[in-house]
Every structure is written in structure tokens, then in C-alpha cells.
């Protein structure tokens, strides 16, 4: 009986308790990737910038702009460069998007107005008068799930009614272990 009660104890401190499953995954360095599925006539870059923090500001025009400082946040950018035309003048054009993500990065899924927790804005930048620069997103989806210990997927779909874009959608599995996507 005393053999039955000392492994009976022995058994009870020798288990761990059960750790609570999360879902989030840590970009400690940051990771550019280029994106295959971009549209035609242009290149595709994601990039998760870590230790800092985004805010936009708003200049003396009204016009929001972005700053990145040092924080512990870890930011997503997202930018689309279209080739410009040759021996034309003012025809390059980028769009950007860009979120705030909480470090670790956990599962996300924000719908319209919810879409300002992350701070996600796009941006158009191009000679284009009246119609560039940057506006926050209010309509549309965003999730961001850990696929495993080293790989993010990242969804999106928006629209920004106030001027014509290119990119609504971004639907991409980045390996956080290397610049390499899936």
C-alpha cells in the first residue's frame, strides 16, 4: 500500500500541466516576399516589418501618410508596383496596404468597421489628380491564421469606394522561417 501511495504521488509531480493552445506566431526578423499571383504589368511585394509600430498623420492638406517607428508591433506592407510606361513621364504607379499586427501575430478575422483594430489602409500613389493617396479600409474582410509554427495566411478583401484601384484581394501563405511563400 505504501509503494502504491509514493508512486501515486510520484506520478501526480511528475505531469505538467496542460499549456493553453494559442494560435500566433512570431516574425522576429522581418521577411520580404515576392507574390506570384500579382496583375498583369506589374510586381508584388509583402513585407512583415517587426519591432515597430504605424501611424498615420495627416499632413497640411488633409492628406493621411504613413510613419513607421520603433515599437513592438510588426507591420504588414503590401505594395504593387506597375511597370512604367517607356519614355512617358509621371506614369509610375503604386499601391500599397498596410496593418498594424500585434506581435506575436495572432489569428485575426475583422469585418468593415473592424478593419481600423489593425489599422488597415490603402494607398495609391500615382500622377493621378484627385485620386492618390491614402484612405483607411471600412469595407471588407481580413484574417490572418497560423497555418503551422512558421507559416501566416493572409486574407483580404476591400474596396475603397472613393477612388479606382487594381489590388482588392491578397490571398497568401508567408513562411515566417524564410523568405519564401507558399
Keep these: 500500500m505504501k509503494n502504491i501511495l509514493i508512486s501515486c504521488l510520484l ?3 511528475a505531469c505538467k500541466t496542460p499549456q493553453k493552445a494559442t494560435s500566433q506566431v512570431s516574425a522576429n526578423k522581418n521577411i520580404t516576399t515576392t507574390i506570384d499571383n500579382c496583375p498583369e504589368n506589374g510586381t508584388c511585394t509583402l513585407e512583415l516589418i517587426s ?10 492638406f488633409g492628406n493621411l501618410y504613413p510613419t513607421i517607428n520603433e ?7 503590401y505594395t504593387f508596383t506597375k511597370k512604367p ?21 495572432i489569428d485575426v478575422n475583422l469585418t468593415n468597421e473592424q478593419l481600423q483594430n489593425v489599422q488597415l489602409h490603402y494607398g495609391r500613389l500615382c500622377f493621378c489628380k484627385g485620386e492618390s493617396g491614402y484612405f483607411p479600409i471600412k469595407n471588407g474582410n481580413f484574417s490572418l491564421t497560423k497555418t503551422n509554427k512558421d507559416s501566416l495566411k493572409i486574407d483580404l478583401n476591400f474596396s475603397v469606394k472613393k477612388i479606382p484601384q487594381i489590388i482588392s484581394e491578397i490571398h497568401q501563405t508567408v513562411s515566417l522561417k524564410s523568405n519564401e511563400t507558399n
Excluded: Q
Design 11 to 13: 506520478l501526480l509531480m
Design 85 to 105: 510606361l517607356e519614355n512617358t513621364a509621371d506614369s509610375n504607379y503604386t499601391e500599397l496596404i498596410y496593418a498594424e499586427l500585434d506581435s506575436p501575430i
Design 71 to 77: 515599437g513592438s508591433k510588426t507591420i504588414l506592407k
Design 51 to 60: 519591432n515597430k509600430t504605424l501611424e498615420f498623420k495627416t499632413d497640411e
